[in-house]
């Protein structure tokens, strides 16, 4: 049982930065990865970054390497994505992602979705 509460998201020229966060309700026992994903008009939505809570692994896309990064706070149990250099082909719906293992078996919650729109 996981609920996740998104925020940020906007319009931005191209070249501009934005941050979005995620804040999730998890049991503290669980084994879990956050991260995000989005999804273009027209596309299928695809992974963007990830980070494994208690590992503290990072994965990018490489469209977004060198551009985005993943911070967290544990405190807060709240995932970051810091958007810099943004270009227009980043626009799209960004979900949260978190993803439980339990034995063998994965369980994805999703946020409700962030707009980000870059003008060019």
């Known amino acids: 049982q996981v609920q996740l509460v998104e925020s940020g998201g906007g319009l931005v020229q191209a070249g501009g930065s934005l941050r979005l966060s995620c804040a999730a309700s998890?049991?503290?026992?669980?084994?879990?990865?956050m991260g995000w994903f989005r999804q273009a008009p027209g596309k299928e939505r695809e992974f963007v970054a990830s980070?494994?809570?208690?590992?503290?692994?990072?994965h990018y896309t490489d469209s977004v390497k060198g551009r985005f990064t993943i911070p967290r706070d544990n405190a807060k149990n709240t995932v970051y994505l810091q958007m810099n250099s943004l270009r227009p082909e980043d626009t799209g719906v960004y979900y949260c992602?978190?993803?439980?293992?339990?034995?063998?078996?994965?369980?994805?919650?999703w946020g409700q979705g962030s707009q980000v729109t870059v003008s060019s």
């Open positions: 992602n978190v993803r439980i293992r339990v034995n063998v078996v994965n369980y994805d919650y």
């Open positions: 998890v049991r503290t026992f669980s084994s879990y990865t």
């Open positions: 980070i494994n809570w208690s590992e503290g692994d990072i």
